[in-house]
């Protein structure tokens, strides 16, 4: 069974840093394209940054960009995300999810940021 | 950026009926369209990918039309388990972008 399980997030101060983590288990972790995706409750899902199997590769949202850093340990099946100079409006829910041919085809239960002073 | 137009925002139905939502890509997506479901408290739920090809698991009562830039996904006969958040995305682009949702609620 596929499974996601995001941690890390919390309340921050502007200007502050988190980083998440996304533990993976039930498949080849290194197989597969990983993302965060951010979601502001009652509104729709936001794809923050992606990240190719062998961690060459990088994407970012251009919100994001030059902010966060996506990075992936397949030997310990875990992402990341490194947050930094946080600002109000990335309040959110963040998940991890596991992409195939363009679709997010597995997701975590997601964690809380809330960027407040 | 592709910018992915739900409608309606909300649809009202009773259980039993059909239910059509639509979903406008502001530039063609071929057929790069993805549906997704997300009731309270959880993560979405991959329900349709290639536009029109069911995720596994996914009843056949759920099924995805179209192609370019206007997209439907219709449920012939709401179950109570299918009043939900429903979203599209796409992904035909390197920026992979989601509408807004269309909120299906019990008429």
Known sequence: EVQLVESGGGLIQPGGSLRLSCAV????FSDYYM????QVPGEGPVWV???NGDGSRTDYADSVKGRFTISRDNAKNTLYLQMNSL????????????????????WGQGTLVTVSS | EIV?????????????ERATLSCR??????????????????APR????????RATGIPARFSGSGSGTEFTLT??????????????????????????????EIK
């Not at chain 1, 993302?35 to 951010?38: K, L, S, T």
């Not at chain 2, 890509?25 to 959880?42: E, M």
């Not at chain 2, 109570?80 to 509408?99: I, K, M, P, R």
């Open chain 1, 25 to 28: 288990s039930g498949f080849t």
């Open chain 1, 87 to 106: 600002r109000v409006e990335d309040t959110a829910l963040y998940y991890c999810s596991k992409s195939v041919s363009g679709r997010f085809e597995n």
């Open chain 1, 49 to 51: 940054s992606r990240l």
């Open chain 2, 4 to 16: 992915m137009t739900q409608s309606p925002a909300t649809l009202s139905v009773s259980p039993g």
């Open chain 2, 25 to 42: 890509a502001s530039q063609n997506v071929n057929n790069n369209l993805v549906w997704y479901q997300q009731k309270p408290g959880q």
């Open chain 1, 35 to 38: 993302h965060w995706v951010r």
């Open chain 2, 46 to 53: 991959l329900l349709i990918y290639g536009a029109s090809t």
């Open chain 2, 75 to 104: 449920i012939s006969s709401l179950q109570s388990e299918d009043f939900a958040v429903y979203y599209c995305q796409h992904h035909n682009t390197w920026l992979w972008t989601f509408g807004q949702g269309t909120k299906v």
